[in-house]
């Protein structure tokens, strides 16, 4: 099944559509991120203060027409890398450019840092189709920055409206399929209240006091017909502008190209998951069928792909009534003790994932570990997750910088300022928990700090990517032609077991040659049965801080608290989102991904035991 498949057992490289060792932030060419960075300096429980508009309109601008387009540190694209742009986002630049050497359009300084070259990733021009065709960008108020879809059934990813004949050509038999989802559209179409349906303040953090749905005028996953779940503004929006009159007015900016006569650009596996920006319905020259747009201005057709809002669980805040120790309930099963002399005895039932605070005492019966709760019971280490402070403090404490605490035996994660705990949650980590993570899933065990930051980007379900934790700086935007290149320093794990995106092709090094393969790209042939796996897109809220390893939100699973990744460490929507606007340094408005050092900023230490 899907969720047994994503995020199993291994360590988990860079988002295929991401530049290596690169963060990101971008919220309609930064509307979202200003929000975002803004909420940063807010104080605990109180509101952000207002994020000013962005991006600047007293400033020249510059457009990002490619799906990503990297950031460069000096203007020449042989100098340092410091992260990416994805299409659409604006961004403002210098007044002229500061050179023009492998760039005829000129590079152009940008802010706060670095150079883009104009051509054919950026424009100068606002009016460009492709800039107004690629919509706000990822969404920083919500837990997930875009709608997500998962493919029920292969599917071609069409660049045009097709026609109804377009569509039987393209789609095995076609006729019943359509017949079978009418039939049985309430039924498999139907949705759960999930991650963006938990109300949540401007740092990310859940709202006490309200309930999941609760989102005062705005209507949740169960209140939003099929369009809006799947990127709409309404049931009934248009067709966008670039598709008028059956044709399609842009370039291709896929990873997957195509003549430009093709109707479609490869097809998606069954149990790909899918981004979404918009959708449309059609009339009966295109079978009646809604069109959802993917972020790479693709066409999902509807009746083949399923809505998902992602898991609702969350952790929760720490203050002066809240604080550690505490546990939280993992067994489905589990019971508080209650204990008189060398016995224990199983009381009344734990509701699942409750927070169980701790009064930091504990006995031990028959071999098992029993905590003492703070209203005089005691719950079983079998049963729960501890999140405590450490015996003894580490450095980065001492100087009261911010610092993530994450126990593997536990599968608890703590956010601490200094000595002071703010966070606390439940995550999943490597499937081997605490074995050794150079030949196993296990997650690895260290004291690290965050090298890069994407807000999203594809991952294969082994949890790899093209931007998968490479050891030094020099990150690669992902982009339709771009993909993984060898690992200088990579673990071992990564080098042998790991395999690429399944969207991205390698990117042979400076003048080397490649042979191509079957399936790489040719139309109208995809990849074997079998070969890779299928692929995870836009995974949000990505920050590595290893070599194959990461922090990250699966938003296709809700097993949190139970060990089940390649080795990454898998947070829901909701605590990925507000962990990366917690860790430093903050992805600039209007960026998609950044690489963490002196340029933007150290990232924040994370510490991983056992």
């Not at 004949?165 to 039924?187: C, G, I, M, V, Y």
Request: glycine share 10%.
């Amino acid at each position: 099944m899907l969720s047994a498949a994503v995020c199993g057992a291994g360590a988990c490289k860079k988002p295929a559509d991401a530049p290596a060792d690169a963060g990101a932030v971008a919220d309609d060419a930064g509307a979202g991120a200003a929000a975002a960075a803004a909420a940063l300096t807010a104080p605990a429980g109180e509101p952000a203060p207002a994020a000013t508009a962005w991006p600047p309109s007293d400033k020249p601008l510059l457009g990002v027409t490619a799906f990503v387009a990297t950031v460069y540190k000096e203007p020449r694209d042989t100098s340092k890398k410091l992260g990416y742009l994805r299409v659409g986002s604006r961004v403002p630049r210098a007044a002229e450019p500061a050179g023009t050497a492998g760039c005829p359009g000129g590079w152009y300084a940008i802010e706060p840092h670095g150079f883009l070259c104009v051509g054919a990733e950026a424009t100068l021009d606002l009016d460009d189709p492709i800039l107004k065709a690629a919509g706000p960008g990822p969404n920083l108020r919500t837990a997930l920055p875009y709608r997500y879809a998962f493919v029920r059934a292969v599917l071609p990813l069409y660049l045009r409206v097709p026609t109804a004949e377009e569509q039987r050509k393209s789609e095995f038999k076609l006729d019943e399929h359509l017949a079978w989802f009418e039939e049985n559209k309430a039924t498999v179409q139907r949705v759960v209240l999930g991650a963006n349906d938990v109300p949540i303040d401007a740092r990310g953090v859940p709202l006490p006091g309200k309930r999941i749905g609760e989102l005062g005028l705005g209507k949740n996953s169960l209140e939003l017909g099929e369009g809006a779940l799947l990127g709409a503004e309404g049931e009934n929006d248009p067709p966008p502008f670039w598709l008028e009159g059956g044709k399609r007015l842009i370039r291709n900016i896929s990873d997957f190209k195509v003549p430009d006569y093709a109707v479609f650009a490869d097809r998606a596996r069954r149990f790909t998951g899918l981004s979404l920006i918009g959708s449309f319905p059609t009339g009966p020259e295109s079978l009646n069928r809604r069109f959802a747009i993917t972020t790479d201005l693709r066409l999902a057709p509807a009746t083949k792909i399923k809505p998902d809002t992602g898991s609702p669980w969350h952790g929760v805040e720490l203050n002066e009534e809240l604080t550690l120790p505490l546990a939280f309930v993992r067994a489905r099963s589990a019971r508080d003790v209650q204990i008189q002399g060398d016995k224990a005895t199983p009381g009344k039932e734990l509701p699942f994932r409750e927070v169980v605070p701790l009064s930091g005492k504990m006995r031990r019966i028959e071999g098992v570990k029993y905590y003492r709760t703070k209203d005089q019971r005691y719950v079983s280490q079998l049963d729960v997750g501890l999140a405590v402070a450490p015996s003894a403090w580490p450095e980065v404490a001492e100087k009261g910088e911010k610092w993530i605490e994450v126990s593997i035996t536990h599968q608890t994660l703590v956010l601490w300022e200094g000595k002071r705990p703010v966070y606390a949650t439940l995550v999943s980590t490597g499937q081997a928990g605490v074995a050794d993570p150079k030949t196993t899933t296990a997650t690895v065990r260290g004291v690290f700090r965050i090298r890069n930051k994407h807000i999203t980007a594809t991952m294969d379900s082994n949890e790899s990517s093209s931007v998968g934790g490479r050891a030094d700086t020099t990150a690669d935007a992902p982009s339709a032609s771009r993909g993984a290149k060898p690992d200088k320093g990579g673990s071992s794990k990564e080098r042998s077991s790991k395999k690429p995106a399944a969207s991205a092709a390698a990117k042979p090094e400076a003048g080397q040659k490649t042979a191509p393969r079957k399936g790489d790209g040719e139309y109208g042939v995809t990849r074997r049965r079998g070969e890779g796996t299928y692929a995870l897109k836009d995974v949000p809220y990505i920050q590595y801080f290893a070599s194959g390893y990461a922090l990250h939100a699966a938003y296709w699973h809700d097993v949190f608290g139970t060990p089940r990744s390649h080795g990454c460490i898998n947070m829901s929507p909701i605590d990925a989102h507000r962990v990366f606007m917690w860790t430093d340094p903050p992805v600039p408005p209007g960026w998609h991904a950044i690489n963490t050092g002196e340029e933007l900023g150290e990232g924040t230490t994370i510490i991983i035991h056992e």
